[in-house]
């Protein structure tokens, strides 16, 4: 992802992972790079459908294509995966600690409850 607004960088990244395809490409690209023959082989599409997913993802910054002789090889970039993933964790930890917070006032309500109920 580059120096673009980060807010339009996720908008970006998100809208790119919204399609199952792309998602899949992502999945194989994690266990190493791939060319778009590669990457096309488990789908009943042409190639050419699947280069413009892997546009989409280009474009998205999740992934690089490199230049090796006549192959183009498309990469994961982690970096734009890790910038997704510390977004998701800051609100899952803002969820958790809500949840925790209402446990723990659940558990003073169920212990209040039990001591008026032995007097």
């Known amino acids: 992802m580059d120096d673009e607004n980060p807010e339009a960088q996720l908008d970006r ?11 899949r490409l992502i999945a194989r690209l994690s266990r190493g790079p791939a060319t778009v023959n590669e990457l096309a082989e488990p789908f009943s599409m042409t190639k050419q459908g699947v280069s413009k997913h892997i546009q989409v993802l280009e474009a998205a910054g999740l992934i690089t294509r490199t230049r090796d002789g006549q192959r183009r090889p498309c990469h994961l970039d982690p970096a734009a995966l890790e910038a997704l993933t510390a977004w998701i964790d800051t609100h899952r930890l803002v969820a958790e600690r809500q949840f925790r917070r209402l446990d723990d006032v659940l558990e003073t309500m169920k212990r209040d409850t039990m001591k008026a109920g032995e007097k």
């Open 13 to 23: 990244a998100f809208l790119a992972l919204a399609d199952p395809v792309r998602r």
